[in-house]
């Protein structure tokens, strides 16, 4: 994940994100890309859908899930 998730990085920092939220959201990202096991730029719609749903049938919070 390494050259995305510079990019993340980078357009993070751009929109000033606080260092919290950039981790959380490359915890996120990295559980995504666990769970479908591919790079994140083979994944699309379809996948991120299938997570999310993973998420709901394991109880996740809606707030959680927003999240996500």
């Known amino acids: 994940m390494g050259e ?3 990019k993340m990085l ?8 606080s260092k ?3 981790q959380i959201y490359l915890f996120h990202m ?6 479908n096991g591919k790079s994140p730029d083979l ?3 379809e996948e991120i859908e299938g ?3 993973s998420l ?3 109880k996740a919070s809606g707030s959680g899930i927003a999240q996500v």
């Open 4 to 6: 995305l998730s510079n």
């Open 10 to 17: 980078q357009r993070m920092g751009l929109r000033n994100f």
């Open 43 to 45: 994944l699309g719609k």
């Open 56 to 58: 709901y049938k394991q």
């Open 30 to 35: 990295k559980r995504f890309v666990a769970h």
């Open 20 to 22: 919290r939220t950039i």
């Open 51 to 53: 997570y999310l749903y």
